[in-house]
């Protein structure tokens, strides 16, 4: 069988070249059906998409709005801005408030198994996540957490899962040998500065901001991009399960679009920068932007066998940790939870 990557992998070589010679490349990756729209002038096809304006992870959908990537697929995409829980967002997606969205996998997954209407249909990136200490600390392995308190933004925020499994793997019991404490986003930093807890579990850009405005101050003890998560997909595109089954080309023509901005994000960073830069922190630059989506992995996306792969890896992870529950099988999970829309 084909690898239903393997067009757009030609097509991020095209892209790239395109890039370098400050071209626009108008058609990259189009399926029959949004040519026609698009080259008829025919109606595009209204998308919400829901979102989170505040992490740069994300950019490339706003990218995907600014150059006309969902146009192109003859989609006319309204970016919905869901800051709130996990639950509300996919709740909106499987009710059809919002036709497909973008989200954590280690936020969105213990959500799907309780069984929202809800597909997985690509990988959009890796790298976000962080688990930062004071430089003065000392701390700098995960094994030095024994004993210690981790601030997080919620106890069911993705660092804490994901940074439970990397204690896991460390050998420390993620539920009794640590202390998990909750701060809002803009008291984590001071509740760290104060002593009230050893270290935090977070996302970017925050994150990688604290460890690059002073260098020293702070010290990265783990990622998701180490310690066997290198090549690990940390963000998803989901879709509602209406969508995919009622209208199979207009789930392929988003999906299309998603991964062509991440790969255009790859080849010209600077311009998911700009598109994201009404969202980013006060004070900020499209060269601080830039830094940032440059220490993820946005030309990571996977699709098919490779995601299913993934997906199953964190079921299994998540069950070793009790976030899924035992009777949950990886393999099966992830078979359910994924809808290839691409090799159709």
């Given at each position: 069988?084909?690898?239903?990557?393997?067009?757009?992998?030609?097509?991020?070589?095209?892209?790239?070249?395109?890039?370098?010679?400050?071209?626009?490349?108008?058609?990259?990756?189009?399926?029959?059906?949004?040519?026609?729209?698009?080259?008829?002038?025919?109606?595009?096809?209204?998308?919400?998409?829901?979102?989170?304006?505040?992490?740069?992870?994300?950019?490339?959908?706003?990218?995907?709005?600014?150059?006309?990537?969902?146009?192109?697929?003859?989609?006319?995409?309204?970016?919905?801005?869901?800051?709130?829980?996990?639950?509300?967002?996919?709740?909106?997606?499987?009710?059809?408030?919002?036709?497909?969205?973008?989200?954590?996998?280690?936020?969105?997954?213990?959500?799907?198994?309780?069984?929202?209407?809800?597909?997985?249909?690509?990988?959009?990136?890796?790298?976000?996540?962080?688990?930062?200490?004071?430089?003065?600390?000392?701390?700098?392995?995960?094994?030095?957490?024994?004993?210690?308190?981790?601030?997080?933004?919620?106890?069911?925020?993705?660092?804490?899962?994901?940074?439970?499994?990397?204690?896991?793997?460390?050998?420390?019991?993620?539920?009794?040998?640590?202390?998990?404490?909750?701060?809002?986003?803009?008291?984590?930093?001071?509740?760290?500065?104060?002593?009230?807890?050893?270290?935090?579990?977070?996302?970017?850009?925050?994150?990688?901001?604290?460890?690059?405005?002073?260098?020293?101050?702070?010290?990265?003890?783990?990622?998701?991009?180490?310690?066997?998560?290198?090549?690990?997909?940390?963000?998803?595109?989901?879709?509602?399960?209406?969508l995919i089954r009622d209208e199979p080309e207009t789930a392929a023509a988003l999906t299309r679009a998603l991964l062509e901005a991440q790969d255009w994000a790859v080849a010209k960073p600077e311009d998911a920068a700009a598109?994201?830069?009404?969202?980013?922190?006060?004070?900020?630059?499209?060269?601080?932007?830039?830094?940032?989506?440059?220490?993820?992995?946005?030309?990571?996306?996977?699709?098919?066998?490779?995601?299913?792969?993934?997906?199953?890896?964190?079921?299994?992870?998540?069950?070793?940790?009790?976030?899924?529950?035992?009777?949950?099988?990886?393999?099966?999970?992830?078979?359910?939870?994924?809808?290839?829309?691409?090799?159709?």
């Open positions: 069988m084909t690898d239903p990557r393997t067009p757009r992998l030609n097509r991020r070589g095209l892209l790239k070249t395109a890039a370098g010679i400050g071209l626009a490349a108008p058609f990259l990756g189009l399926g029959a059906g949004s040519i026609a729209r698009a080259q008829s002038g025919g109606a595009l096809r209204k998308i919400r998409f829901a979102s989170n304006a505040s992490a740069i992870c994300l950019a490339p959908s706003f990218l995907a709005v600014d150059k006309g990537i969902f146009n192109k697929q003859g989609l006319d995409v309204e970016i919905v801005n869901f800051g709130g829980s996990t639950e509300a967002l996919l709740e909106a997606i499987a009710t059809g408030k919002a036709d497909g969205g973008i989200g954590m996998a280690l936020r969105w997954l213990k959500a799907l198994e309780q069984g929202f209407d809800v597909k997985i249909t690509a990988g959009t990136h890796g790298g976000c996540s962080r688990l930062v200490a004071l430089g003065s600390s000392g701390l700098t392995e995960l094994t030095q957490l024994k004993g210690k308190t981790i601030g997080v933004t919620d106890l069911a925020a993705p660092g804490k899962n994901f940074f439970s499994i990397l204690l896991h793997k460390a050998g420390i019991n993620p539920e009794t040998d640590v202390t998990w404490k909750a701060f809002s986003t803009d008291v984590l930093e001071i509740a760290l500065q104060r002593g009230e807890i050893d270290a935090i579990a977070d996302g970017d850009p925050r994150a990688y901001f604290w460890l690059n405005d002073e260098p020293g101050k702070y010290v990265q003890i783990a990622s998701n991009l180490d310690h066997g998560f290198e090549n690990r997909v940390c963000c998803i595109s989901g879709l509602s399960g209406s598109a994201f830069l009404p969202n980013a922190p006060r004070n900020r630059s499209v060269e601080d932007l830039v830094a940032v989506l440059k220490d993820q992995t946005h030309d990571h996306t996977p699709t098919g066998a490779d995601l299913k792969t993934e997906i199953a890896l964190y079921a299994e992870e998540l069950r070793e940790i009790n976030v899924f529950r035992p009777s949950t099988d990886p393999a099966a999970f992830a078979d359910r939870v994924y809808a290839d829309v691409l090799s159709a």
